[in-house]
């Protein structure tokens, strides 16, 4: 059954969600984090890879030739803190509490280009923020989301630097009550006892997968903020590397 977080039933007529999680929500989210903080481990950024093989390898390949001249070019370097806060976006309706507690949502039935996300989530004053919970969800390589189960959902802590890592695949566009969204992932920051940032990661117009027009896709999501742009880098050994710093406020 296909989902898309902008097509819940109801959704062409109802009320647009609101820009972040209601009071009852918020509360939950940071009642979640206090009680789960110390029994999650850090996801570390130094992490090996693992081989690259299988469909979703074939599917990265895909992309390979078109794209190799900049993979051959130096990585981008992180863009230093600038001190803004990462702008906020519409959670949507497809959020789903309780997620697991993983940095890895590579799983069997998941096949499409691999993705390597990590980065750095700093307050206001450039300060990394250990013990940050960054939550992630996402659709599929086909645009659908799981809602009976947890695909591509998870949730995970900053490590002592600050750092994440998501290991994960680019998402496909899909059609929805905003009419054609851009790929993007949905993501939720929060250190304790601060205010959770909402928001949707985007990649760049020359990002090759599925054989779409990342251009084209992002010139025409209304949704879409420039300034939510993941550096990219590759493909190279079947995936791409991603980099996004947040800045949050660490104050309610
Ligand atoms: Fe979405």
Not at 5 to 17: E, I, N
Not at 59 to 81: D, I
Request: some cysteine; glycine content about 10%.
């Amino acid at each position: 059954m296909r989902y898309a977080d902008d097509m819940s039933p109801g959704a062409a007529t109802g009320p647009l969600p609101p820009a972040r999680a209601d009071g009852e929500r918020g509360s939950s989210r940071r009642s979640f984090i206090r009680s789960t903080s110390a029994g999650v481990t850090s996801v570390a950024l130094g992490a090996s890879v693992a081989a690259s093989t299988g469909p979703a390898a074939e599917a990265a390949e895909t992309a390979r030739p078109a794209t190799a001249r900049r993979a051959a070019l130096p990585l981008a370097v992180t863009p230093a803190c600038s001190g803004q806060e990462t702008p906020a976006s519409i959670e949507g309706p497809l959020f789903k509490p309780n997620s697991p507690a993983r940095g890895d949502l590579i799983t069997p039935a998941i096949r499409g280009v691999r993705l390597d996300l990590s980065g750095v989530v700093y307050d206001t004053s450039c300060t990394p923020l250990p013990e940050t919970l960054i939550e992630f969800w996402q659709c599929d390589q086909n645009g659908d989301y799981d809602t009976a189960g947890f695909a591509l959902r998870g949730h995970q802590y900053t490590d002592s630097r600050g750092t994440y890592l998501l290991r994960t695949i680019i998402p496909r566009d899909y059609w929805g009550r905003w009419g054609q969204r851009a790929p993007h992932i949905h993501t939720q920051v929060q250190v304790s006892g601060g205010p959770v940032l909402v928001t949707q990661l985007y990649f760049p117009d020359d990002t090759q997968a599925y054989g779409r027009d990342f251009s084209a896709l992002n010139a025409a999501d209304r949704l879409l903020n420039r300034a939510c742009t993941i550096e990219l880098a590759g493909p190279a050994n079947g995936r791409y590397t991603g980099t996004f710093d947040f800045v949050i406020t660490t104050k309610v």
